[in-house]
């Protein structure tokens, strides 16, 4: 009896086998190094729509308080419009705040007679401090015009915006005709006020990423109101009626508003 013959078959060999997986290994690398390119490409757009985001949220409340923006020849003090650029910059005025904007409902409250209160005429002040990480943070403080900052407002202020590398405040000087960096003439409100704000931002790795700028032009609605149109009949100009002795010290004391004891951050003068 014959045994069948052998068919013609035969194994892969070894240099096979390692060729084959070596297009494996090539073709997970490939998709490995695609996928990670997505991951980090996520992660970037994400932190930058989120600076753009912070720093729309930053000019939007700067330009929301500008916009109620009040100013009075008679009671000037309370009133001055403070503009200081340099490394730490403040930007200072009163404006007559709606219900909506940041911390309105801390100013809210009930008088002895059971009353509501509603202290919507705030000095608002700006500024850049240093904040985690050796960055800078845009805050915000806000105080009732004839009162002083509470300690809330002076120890822990509203954060608007993070790693701030610049904040620069210009008024339009209409005599010189030219963008001005030091408003002298704090008892006026400039027509034209231009804000530059200059943010960082940190790649995935740890790199620094190219700084962010966005300028916003904004025309104030209004001027100071002079003092003739505030006084009664039969009264000197200048000479209304005031707050008793000792009310809004802090918000008042010259020309500088932001930068009094009673207002400015702790620690500096």
Not at 221 to 228: D, K
Request: charged share 20%.
């Amino acid at each position: 009896m014959k045994l069948p013959a052998a068919t013609g078959r035969r194994a892969f060999t070894l240099l096979e086998i390692m060729v084959a997986m070596s297009i494996f290994c090539l073709v997970v690398a490939t998709i490995y190094s695609t996928w990670i390119l997505i991951v980090r490409s996520a992660v970037v757009a994400q932190n930058t729509a989120a600076r753009v985001q912070r720093e729309r949220v930053a000019v939007h409340t700067v330009e929301n308080a500008l916009m109620c923006v009040q100013s009075f020849q008679a009671s000037m003090k309370y009133y001055s419009f403070y503009v200081e650029n340099g490394p730490e910059p403040v930007f200072s005025f009163t404006s007559r705040l709606p219900d909506v904007f940041p911390r309105s409902g801390r100013f809210e409250g009930v008088d002895s007679n059971g009353r509501q209160i509603n202290y919507c005429v705030r000095r608002v002040t700006f500024s850049l401090e240093a904040g985690a990480d050796q960055q800078k943070d845009l805050v915000l403080r806000q105080s009732p015009i004839l009162m002083d900052l509470d300690e809330v407002e002076r120890n822990t202020p509203l954060v608007l915006a993070h790693d701030v590398k610049d904040f620069l405040v210009e008024c339009w000087d209409t005599n010189a005709i030219q963008w001005d960096t030091e408003w002298d003439n704090t008892n006026s409100i400039p027509p034209l006020v231009r804000l530059t704000f200059t943010m960082g931002s940190r790649l995935p790795d740890g790199t620094e990423a190219p700084p962010l700028t966005l300028t916003r032009l904004i025309a104030l609605p209004c001027n100071t109101l002079p003092a003739s149109a505030q006084t009664p009949r039969g009264m000197a100009p200048g000479a209304l009626p005031g707050p008793g002795p000792g009310a809004g010290q802090g918000a008042g004391q010259g020309n500088n508003p932001a930068r009094n004891p009673a207002t400015t951050r702790p620690g500096t003068r």
